[in-house]
Antibody, heavy 124, light 107 residues
Framework: EVQLVESGGGLVQPGGSLRLSCAAS????????MVWVRQAPEKGLEWVSA????????TYADSVKGRCTISRDNSKNTLYLQMNSLRAEDTAVYYC?????????????????WGKGTTVSVSS | EIVMTQSPATLSVSPGERATLSCRAS??????LAWYQQKPGQAPRLLIY???TRATGIPARFSGSGSGTEFSLTISSLQSEDFAVYYC?????????FGGGTKVEIK
């Protein structure tokens, strides 16, 4: 069964840091680009970051650029999102998702598999 | 940034009826458009990609159409499990952007 399981969310004070993880199973993780998408309470979906199958190429939404770092360890089938200088507006459920291909082409960034999400709350 | 606008925000439909949801892009995205369904407390589920291709396991009552800037998702005969929020997403360029969603509710 193809599965993505996020972890690492929690309550953090403004200015704090968190590292989210996403454990993948049931597919050839190293062959696919991966994506983080977030959803603030009662709001819509917002793309956060993406990286290619090897991790060599990364992209970020302007809202997190310079504060977040996406990475992956293909030997551990795990995706990460390091989040620093957290703000109240970063409060959201964070989903990891599998892209349709390795990510060489931008036309592969629709997401066919999603995790259940991990909740990040930024508050003092 | 390509802005995706969905309409209506809420659609009230009776079970068995047809529902048509719209998604408009602020500039052409060709056919690089996906539709997702999200139920309360759940992750999104991919329904349609490349504007009109059903994802694996998606029932035939879901169909997508359009290209360029105008797209639609049609549910031919609404089932109880179809009442949810639907999002469109473009993937022709960065940043990836989603529409604000259409909530399909029971009339």
């Amino acid at each position: 069964e193809v599965q993505l399981v996020e972890s690492g969310g929690g309550l953090v004070q403004p200015g704090g840091s968190l590292r989210l993880s996403c454990a993948a199973s049931g597919f050839a993780f190293s062959s696919y680009a991966m994506v983080w998408v977030r959803q603030a309470p009662e709001k819509g979906l917002e793309w956060v970051s993406a990286l290619t199958h090897s991790g060599a190429s990364t992209t970020y939404a302007d809202s997190v650029k310079g504060r977040c770092t996406i990475s992956r360890d293909n030997s551990k089938n795990t995706l990460y999102l390091q989040m620093n200088s957290l703000r109240a507006e970063d409060t959201a459920v964070y989903y990891c998702a599998k892209a349709a291909g390795p990510g060489f082409s931008g036309y592969q960034y629709y997401m066919g598999v999603w995790g259940k999400g991990t909740t990040v709350s930024v508050s003092s | 940034e390509i802005v995706m606008t969905q309409s209506p925000a809420t659609l009230s439909v009776s079970p068995g009826e047809r529902a048509t949801l719209s998604c408009r892009a602020s500039q052409s995205v060709s056919s690089t458009l996906a539709w997702y369904q999200q139920k309360p407390g759940q992750a999104p589920r991919l329904l349609i990609y490349d504007a009109s291709t059903r994802a694996t396991g998606i029932p035939a009552r879901f169909s997508g159409s359009g290209s360029g800037t105008e797209f639609s998702l049609t549910i031919s005969s609404l089932q109880s499990e179809d009442f949810a929020v639907y999002y469109c997403q473009q993937y022709i360029t960065w940043p990836l952007t989603f529409g604000g969603g259409t909530k399909v509710e029971i009339k």
